[in-house]
């Protein structure tokens, strides 16, 4: 067999918000830069664990509608994780409808169409071989609104090539039966301001329903439907911010922070999502009712110690 | 000192170091801050000073608050890093095109433009922080004849380079990004550049910076 010298995918549709991504970069903050990395952190283990890749091997993030991608190269394989709705388009134009958490062959000119994430946001696809990619402070994360990361800090666009690393690997088709539980509420521990609330706002967000606007991307989720009165002051010196926290402005509407969000803010933070339900968040879809629910620090510590514990399970699993 | 350590969720130390903004505490949270990324203590992901607190983030699957905050208790501070402030100087054309708020001040202030300028560029500023947008540092404290509030309705873009001016504050957008502080002019130098990997930020926590006053020939040299 003739080896193809290039390899690569032609981006025949680019979708509507596709990244490079991997775990992030650390140790930034102080100088404006977020960690960034992937949103929903299990899918993407389980995209790298489904094809024996090392665990922080680059992938591709989508959100909504994903990429169309055409194959130009020697066989590699593939496997797309999270609730999506893809097909793989062979060179004889026969249609193989995709299943999630299963490893897919590809070969010369066939395609993939990630047509679009169900009742979710964000999707992964994993390849069995390096994407060539530039890394920045450690990482190939792209940070579209710094302009920072692989792709020159830009989401990827129509036409535009993901050049391939070929190693030849060979991987076994393994797959994974994954079904994401919806939860019920968004665990949350009090934050540093929550008496600057009023008792009723304190009420109100514990107990009552708030909706996830379309303001929500990688950077933040803006809430609406309840408005929480701050009974202190809607300003508070600027002060360093961390993933998952929950910020009200003077408007009385809540934003989550989420990983590429500003280092530094000064709005009150009334609460923080626990990390492990960061990935359940992230993928809450506009128009999503959310409810939170009060935790302690000990509770979040053992929840994320369960939350890690399922990810072993699921990678365990995997046949 | 900490006069309070908290914790911001489950992943991240909160060390509030009081209520007061002046040098003397950021100084002190700086002092943290350098110390305890020296340290390169394990599991450690982010450590973020900002005028009164310091947050330190952490990977939950590496440490936990109590172990984090334990560190933070005991750290001896025995290094000052005093030695690695630098003074930087800053060269700033106010002409037509970059004084964006010069009637708006002017009627703010009670006092026209040009002695708006001389105080303006006769302080030397501190850096207390950098960040909200990559590199953006927070300098001050500016003189109290030149404070004021921030624009009521924030402009959606202001242009890269441009000086602002906000209560005892002012800073420096380091790239074109939404904004409310009062407009005096616009540098040329790149004071955020990624190709600088080692030290991106021209303005670290803990300079001092001297702005220059120049004219619009000069402006275009250095941008050249």
């Known amino acids: 067999m003739t080896k193809l010298k290039d390899n690569y995918f032609e981006i025949k549709r680019a979708g509507i918000n596709t990244t490079f991504q991997d775990s992030g970069r650390k140790n930034l903050n102080h100088i404006g830069i977020p960690i960034s990395g992937v949103m929903d952190k299990r899918n993407f283990t389980l995209a790298n664990a489904l094809l024996k890749n090392e665990t922080n091997t680059p992938v591709i993030e989508f959100a909504y509608q994903g990429p169309l991608l055409e194959f130009n190269g020697d066989k590699i394989y593939f496997v797309i994780t999270g609730d999506v709705k893809f097909e793989i388009i ?11 958490y299963n490893v897919y062959a590809i070969e010369n000119k066939d395609k993939i169409d990630i047509q679009s994430t169900n009742k979710s946001v964000y999707g992964y696809l994993s390849l069995s071989e390096n994407i060539i990619l530039d890394e920045i402070w450690d990482s190939v994360s792209t940070n579209t609104k710094a302009k920072i990361g692989s792709n020159n800090g830009d989401k ?18 393994s797959k994974l039966n994954y079904i994401d539980k919806k ?8 934050a540093t301001n929550f008496d600057y609330f009023s008792e009723k706002a304190k009420e109100v967000f514990f107990n009552k329903d708030f909706k996830v606007t379309k303001l929500s991307d990688r950077m933040g989720m803006r809430l609406e439907g309840q408005i929480l009165e701050n009974i202190i002051s809607t300003n508070i010196k600027s002060e360093g911010l961390v993933k998952g926290v929950v910020q009200v402005p003077s408007d009385g509407n809540p934003i989550i922070m989420l990983a590429d969000h500003g280092t530094i803010g000064g709005y009150p933070k009334i609460a923080n999502v626990i ?17 939170f629910k009060e935790v302690n620090l000990e509770e979040a510590e053992k929840l994320f110690k369960f939350y890690n514990l399922e990810t072993t399970n699921l990678i365990n699993q995997i046949s | 000192m900490i006069k309070n350590i908290l914790n911001l969720g489950d992943a991240a130390v909160y060390c509030d170091f009081g209520k007061d903004v002046n040098q003397e505490i950021n100084t002190n949270v700086i002092n943290y801050f350098k110390n305890i990324k020296d340290k390169k203590i394990n599991g450690i992901i982010n450590v973020t000073p900002s005028y009164n607190k310091l947050i330190v983030s952490f990977d939950l699957e590496v440490t936990s608050y109590s172990k984090v905050k334990k560190i933070i208790e005991n750290l001896e501070l025995e290094k000052k890093f005093e030695n690695e402030n630098k003074l930087v100087e800053i060269p700033v054309c106010c002409d037509e095109n970059f004084k964006l708020d010069h009637d708006r001040l002017e009627k703010k202030l009670g006092i026209p433009f040009d002695k708006v300028l001389e105080i303006f560029f006769r302080k030397e500023y501190f850096c207390y922080m950098t960040g909200f947008i990559a590199g953006m540092p927070f300098l001050g404290d500016t003189s ?22 906000t209560e005892q504050f002012c800073n420096i957008y380091t790239y074109e990004s939404p904004g409310g502080w009062n407009i005096i002019g616009n540098t040329p130098l790149e004071i955020f550049n990624k190709e600088r990997r080692s030290d991106p930020a021209l303005i670290n926590p803990g300079d001092k910076v001297k702005f220059n006053k120049i004219t619009q020939e000069e402006y275009d040299k250095i941008k050249r």
């Open chain 1, 156 to 173: 990827l666009s129509d036409n535009q090539k993901i050049k391939i690393h070929h190693k030849n690997r060979n991987i076994a088709l």
């Open chain 1, 183 to 190: 939860i019920e509420y968004i665990r949350v521990i009090k």
């Open chain 2, 144 to 165: 109290e004849k030149l404070r004021t509030k921030r624009l009521e309705t924030p402009r959606v873009k202001v242009p890269k380079g441009s000086i602002g001016l």
């Open chain 1, 275 to 291: 990390s492990a339900d960061f990935d359940k968040l992230s993928q809450m879809t506009p128009g999503t009712t959310i409810k």
């Open chain 1, 90 to 100: 062979k060179n004889n134009k026969q249609k193989i409808t995709g299943l999630p």
